[in-house]
């Protein structure tokens, strides 16, 4: 009796176990990225809060977008609200920059205090795993998308899980995207 005692609780702390791993694999909360300044970013500390990641560029038509993302980040950034960058060279050649080189051009053209990740690629064959979550279905659980130009959004809810994706061209101050931000 004793050991089928033991062996029910070591099979229901596995199923347990295994539910949060499965529950864990979609959501934000599994990755780790490393930040502008080669620091580890772990997602995992923005569990509760709502989180906008934005692929980005210095030297694109949609690059003014750093002011109102800024904005928006001065506004609603705080315990419940987040915007994390990811700058990427994969549209034209348009972020051609080093990390140090892009962090400086963040901060003195635009003021950017929001956190800003390494360079990293949002398409093709060297696309780092983060997007692939943000852009597939069958690991993020909800939809498939494409990274179609810089300064794509992707809303991910208090939850971790995906949201919404909201196109380049639209500002991130969008009305769309402040109700999501001030919405419960």
Request: with cysteine; charged share 20%.
């Amino acid at each position: 009796m004793r050991k089928m005692i033991v062996g029910l609780l070591l099979l229901s702390t596995f199923v347990v176990q295994a539910q949060n791993n499965n529950a864990m694999e979609n959501t934000i909360y599994q990755f780790k990225v490393t930040d502008i300044e080669g620091n580890t970013f772990d997602f995992k500390e923005l569990k509760g809060k709502k989180i906008m990641i934005v692929n980005t560029a210095s030297k694109c038509g949609l690059t003014p977008q750093y002011k109102q993302l800024q904005t928006l980040y001065d506004t609603y950034g705080s315990e419940k609200f987040v915007i994390v960058g990811f700058p990427a060279n994969n549209f034209m050649g348009q972020e051609p920059g080093t990390n140090d080189e892009i962090a400086t051009f963040c901060q003195r053209n635009y003021g950017v205090s929001f956190p800003m990740m390494s360079k990293i690629s949002v398409k093709g064959k060297d696309m780092h795993p983060l997007y692939a979550f943000l852009t597939e279905a069958r690991l993020n659980g909800v939809r498939d998308s494409k990274v179609t130009w810089n300064f794509q959004k992707y809303l991910i809810g208090t939850n971790g899980r995906l949201e919404k994706v909201i196109a380049p061209r639209t500002l991130p101050n969008d009305e769309e995207v402040v109700s999501w931000i001030t919405g419960e």
